[in-house]
């Protein structure tokens, strides 16, 4: 037994968090933590940890059981390096190193009669040294480093001077290495990209200890539980298996439930019926006494609280873009003295929904701001006929910090009304109090949903989504992969939600320092992490060259150009037969100029025909 929760409960102030917690942890158990936003998760982390009294209850530990825990800010030594942070880990097995060093030493010079008692003591260190797994320590620590994204070139950076994803990989790298018998993991994928979300599932799955974990992600779930905690209604239901057999489980338990409360309310109505019929009848008075106290024992189930259902997504594309939605040649940007990419090559056509994938810090958001033309860079970007662009910013940027959620979409629509806004803000459950308060005081998720009410009023033909549904619970995330997926614009997005990414794109472009490269499902993407990094500079839907040479960048340029004046040509022939059909409907021209008319709106309209015939032919090219 690691540890057992016996009716634990935990309020603040009148609210209260967790009631009658019961729930046992034993060796080798993978326990996924979910629920919705404030159910109180993080705050069951802090009492199991000890960093919250519980009011009421026992937190009891197995016998000389560890434990490490990783919330979502854990604070780092400052002034260290990458690796001296780790060597921390490893104070006993140094300071045992030194001793068997001093040891050594001390044999040099040591006497016949010194010898044999310092020979015992090097042997006994050298026995501990070995059980720790001491001459193993260096190579722990560069498989840990480098699986969770830190290559031995970031092994001497001072801890200070990395970012606050960098810290948080840090501090799992060093819970890791310390090995204790329970981890206990706040939003472990939080920062991770791609290769080392795979190495850390790889990691607890061969993972000696138990591992108790908060996580939104469902692939890493299903990769790596074996139970599920839902925190609901203060409580904690207990299911086995990894996250896709809890939701077959949770169905089936509501079923059941609902099955036995409506067996349950028959049974009540029945007995309330017959008591009020029989209680004043001397003949049947005991009879109905007796059918009251079966009613007063009578058990009611408990019915499951409501399926959550999340934020309540929908995206219009208003007016349909035309075809060649963006044209984006030799792009590069560099930031200081680091060329994050160079000579990036974009063609996107109506209706495609594209998502990039890459190592953090590779430039993928650096992409999107040089497309939307907030960043500067090298090349090129050309966006098409009627394209309307609306951009989703994961960290908000966009949004006036001062202002209330109603205030910010008043700003951008002046004209609509209250209720219209607050209808708009309830989707994505903002409501009460918080449509009132600033947005600097909401939460991650609240500032999500006032980003994504914009988005859902604009309309837009063209998005660009920036990890999309980080700060969104299980409920809302599955909400926008359904919206986004019956989404009919054309759909750019970065994002490490492998759900998403298997749900929702049409093909997923690889970002690498040496350029793009084009996976046409997650699963191909998945199988080549394991083969050498993304090689190639260029992208295309047939996995060879993207980047057109100059005969082939002529031809376009050709074909964009007949394009453009084929809409001309038709636009002035459909005016110039609305002013021929006019005149036809005065009827005060003369025979032969009626027959002029006729014979020229006919030559135009097949005109019109045989122009769009040939549009349409480009248009597929």
Known sequence: MIVTLQQIEKSFGEHTVLSDVSAKIEAGDRIGMIGINGAGKSTLLNVISGRLPQDKGEVIWGKDVTFGYLRQNTPLTGGRTVYEEMEGVFTEQIALEKEMEQCRSELESATEEQSPRLLSRLQSLTQQFEAADGYNRGVRI???????????????????????????????????????????????????DFSTLSFLENYINDYKGAVLMVSHDRYFLDKTVTRIWEVERTGVAVYPGNYTKYKVLREERRQTLQKEYDKAMTERAALEDYIARNLVRASTSAMAKSRRKQLEKLDIPTLPP????????????????????????????????????????????????????GQNGIGKTSLFRRLLDQLEGEG????????????????????????????????????????????????????????????????????AGVSFARLMRRADNVMLLDEPTNHLDLASRENLESALADYEGTLLMISHDRYLLSRVPSAIYCLSGAGLKRYDTLEDYQNALSEPPCVEKKVAKDNTSYHKDKKERARLAARRKRLSEIESKIACLEAENEELEAKLAEGSAEYQALQEYCERLAANKQLISDLTDEWLELEEE
């Not at 994204?149 to 501090?171: A, M, Q, T, Y």
């Not at 309830?426 to 947005?439: D, T, W």
Request: hydrophobic share 40%; charged share 25%.
């Open 142 to 192: 560069a498989q840990v480093l480098t699986g969770l994204g830190f290559p031995s070139d970031w092994w001497n950076k001072i801890v200070d001077h990395l970012s606050g994803g960098e810290r948080v990989r840090l501090s799992l790298a060093k819970l890791l290495l310390s090995a204790p018998d329970l981890l206990m993991l706040d939003e472990p994928t939080n920062h991770l």
């Open 306 to 357: 409501p399926e959550h259902r999340g934020m309540q997504f929908a995206f219009d594309m208003g007016q349909k873009s035309g075809f060649d939605v963006l044209l984006a040649e030799n792009l590069g940007v560099r930031i200081e003295d680091r060329q994050l990419f160079c000579q990036l090559y974009l063609d996107i056509k109506r209706g495609e929904k594209i998502a990039f994938v």
């Open 380 to 447: 090129t970007v050309r966006w098409g006929k009627g394209v309307r662009i609306g951009y989703f910013d994961q960290h908000g940027s966009a949004l006036s910090p001062e202002l209330t959620p109603v205030e910010q979409i008043r700003e951008d629509y002046p004209g609509d009304v209250d209720g219209v806004i607050r209808d708009l803000l309830a989707r994505v459950n903002l409501k009460g109090e918080a449509v009132f308060a600033p947005i600097s005081t909401l939460s991650g998720g609240q500032k």
